[in-house]
């Protein structure tokens, strides 16, 4: 079994701070890239920002120059660093990874999810 919980959501003011947190627990063997999607209300889920196992990032052109995304591979954990805040950015924040476990292949696996509040 393979989990990922989501941390660091919550209410912040237009050009403010946040930082999520996403740790992967549970019979891991190894994971590939690690990501973060988002949720606003009514919309389709999107991708925000992910990084491979080397350390190569993508992110989505809406959060360029303000998120950043980073992964700590001793603690199976990444993170996504967001500053400069906008309303638009609320949304349900959820963690993805490309887990292989000791049984089984790789495959996607999601978190719960956090929410983010931007308040104008």
């Known amino acids: 079994q393979v989990q990922l919980v989501e941390s660091g959501g919550g209410l912040v003011q237009a050009g403010g701070s946040l930082r999520l947190s996403c740790a992967a627990s549970g019979s891991i063997f190894s994971i590939n890239a690690m990501g973060w999607y988002r949720q606003a209300s009514g919309k389709q889920r999107e991708l925000v920002a992910d990084?491979?196992?080397?350390?190569?990032?993508n992110y989505a052109d809406s959060v360029k120059g303000r998120f950043t995304i980073s992964r700590d591979n001793a603690k199976n954990t990444v993170y996504l660093q967001m500053n400069s805040l906008k309303p638009e950015d609320t949304a349900v924040y959820y963690c993805?990874?490309?887990?292989?476990?000791?049984?089984?292949?790789?495959?996607?696996?999601w978190g719960k999810g956090t929410l983010v509040t931007v308040s104008s």
């Open positions: 993805n990874a490309d887990i292989r476990t000791k049984v089984l292949p790789h495959m996607a696996y």
């Open positions: 990084i491979t196992s080397g350390g190569s990032t």
